[in-house]
């Protein structure tokens, strides 16, 4: 150590300059706010046109400030400065919830409207029994080969859903032998009420998840207590709904399903697992109960609400041509449907070709120029697709103009390449060392896909499919071209009815019937509605992909 | 092993146990692995063995015969071929589109780049563990099933897992815990898991990778024990790079040099005591690579 040759520094290190930095640095700031700042200025123009907050008399804004505002910003301020998880459990709660809530009024719509519970009812048990004979199968996989075992399986899935000659049948037109599962549900003499259908299937499907959670935190029994409970939860509320909240008994099965149970499990899995953050669930239960007890009192003091457009009026009726009375029904149920329609089109043509694109093609031009194309048409122009549903659908293929079918075909064309490319990101994340390993242990191609790939990447597969789905929903220009009408006045039920969409509807409220009253109050309670179900859409998407990071 | 569809090829443990049985962690002056060189079979026999990575010769002309149920180290400074070597005996470079083997490479009496040969089920015979310990997001329980469920080996999968997490010296860490996941244990207990998963099909030959070389000196110390111990039922090639690891673990070393090229193969005591070779005596006293 040459300490004597060193300077004592007692003047300090000097200064560097960083201005040029600094001035960088808020440089980005303002371009990453301006876009937001922007958006969020146009969102609260459209809401208070929309809800139009300013009507309410000042006691009701004096009573919901004080029962609910202000105990709300204390409870969470509290709990921000002192116990930031239990915030964050707090309001995860009400946000699952809400979530919950919006979900079970788009399935309520569809057992109500569209699917009759019976015909979901007889489909759930025609394709639940092949299903459990496909896993006998597997589980006798050592001494049933496998072109056998898949015979048998496609042979049980085809007797259960179309009976035997079936469809191939009734083309040869020979008589119907054995009527096919569902048949037999559809047209049995006794069948359960619609409400016990539907907790035999629905319930089913939101309590098992339940089951396997509890059974996760604590053990079997108290997985199968769980899911008994949340059962029967379900099927109490088919009863106590319309007798006390005056809910019909379907809706009250859909909403004891999608929401209260996922909310329930959840806090009930949280208070167990995460004692420091039981605190948090204070928050939901001041805003509940703060909200209640505002309600109660505007009442009986007697101070006006605001005069909101978006009402349940508003969510529950069909077009009108007077702005106060239309409603935004039928294009909300076209939505949901055109949604369902895309998805199951998108998902497995996208997932697919990103499978095939990561796992097995070969790195070749040929290769090269597919994923070349693909880039580019993901940025095709909406208009262009919407051109080609109606060339391809419409005009080759003959189908009528408008129906939910060559909607969803269009729209699900318009998403592909986003899906194939998110997709394929999400495969190609998995760590090289995975694969590796599975091949090292003598897996073949698809054993690897199967048990390594695939698992580890769907959540981001699913994400990247319920972003592009977002896309989708907001898509107003390929449904113009397709011929979808502007407004309906009735409800699509079937694949080959003609459908609206939320955003095709606002639009021709903005155009046909842009009327002062369309103009100003309808269409900025349109966007509300479109925008919440969108945010709905996405925060599925981002609580899996939380989720995926955490396990990675 | 208590798997029992599988034919166990390594039935004949000769005399080698009585001799495995002292304590050869302690090197080199124990001095036992001269005298095991008497019964050994030969395993894998590579003839010829040239390896190209585009225009990239990375092996040349390796010839060499490995001892079957004997650690065989192989060493060599970064680049040296060693580990694509390795990867030749499973045939993992078949997944490099640009690599290219030629000459023969023979696992008993089959030239595993026979045209007849299918390297997955080559792979089911021949069990790797790689240098990052690579446990799969699954459960313990089925990180180790995962080779009897893929190669659909019957039997009692229970005891399988058990006697391999015994073998690979994890059951009692582990036993209380086989729902959890394989990546929530330390970097240490993954990688033997990642060896017990290797041993529970029970392979002929297991190739290790630099199994220690993430690993901190306890986790390394108890790889090392185990590899000893796995010797007396497998066929072990190690790559390694710590050359005292290869001295303490190895009966048979074999040293690959920049260019790769195998320059000396033979018994581990003679190879660090008394090389042939002049550039290995450079390598292992440090004065380069």
Redesign the interface.
Known sequence: MATEDRRSYADGFGQVSRTVGIIFRYLLLAATLFGIAVLAILLVYVANDAIQPLTADAGWHLTFFLTLVLPSLATGGYLAWSNVDGLKLGAMTLGLFVVGLLFSGGVAIIFLEVLPPLVWFAYVIAFAVPVAVTVGLQQR??QIPFVSRFALATLAFYLSLFGFPGIVGSYAELPQLIPSVATLILFAPIVPLDWIQLTLTVGVFAATPVALYASAISDRRTGLIAGAAALATVAASAVVGPAVVGVGPIPSVVLASVAVLPTAAYVCGTAVTREQARIGLVLPVVIVAGALAGEVLVDTLGYAGPQSWVDWQFLTSDHSGTAANAGLYPAIAGSILLMLTVAALSFPIGVGAALYLEEYA??NRYTRFIDVNISNLAGVPSVVYGLLGLGLFVTRLGQSTGTILVGGATLALLILPIVIISSREAIRSV?S??R?????????RW?TMK??VL??AFPGILTGTILALGRAIGETAPLIMIGAPNVLYSFPSELSSKVSAMPLQVYSWASYFATNDFYEKAVPAGVVVLVTVLLAMNSIAIVLRNRYQR?T | MSNDNVESPTEDPTDDDMLLETDVTSGLEEGTQGSRTTHERTIVEAKDVNVWYNQDQALRDITMQVPENKVTAMIGPSGCGKSTFLRCINRMNDMIDAARVEGELYLGEKNVYDDDVDPVALRRRVGMVFQKPNPFPKSIYDNVAYGLNIQDIGGDHDAIVEESLKRAALWDEVKDQLDESGLDLSGGQQQRLCIARAIAPDPEVILMDEPASALDPVATSKIEDLIDELAEDYTVIIVTHNMQQAARISDKTAVFLTGGELVEFGDTKKIFENPDNERVEDYITGKFG
């Open positions: 996989s050592r070969p790195d760590p060392e995975m590796q390993a599975s091949y090292g242990m003598g897996a073949t054993q048990n390594v698992p580890r396990e």
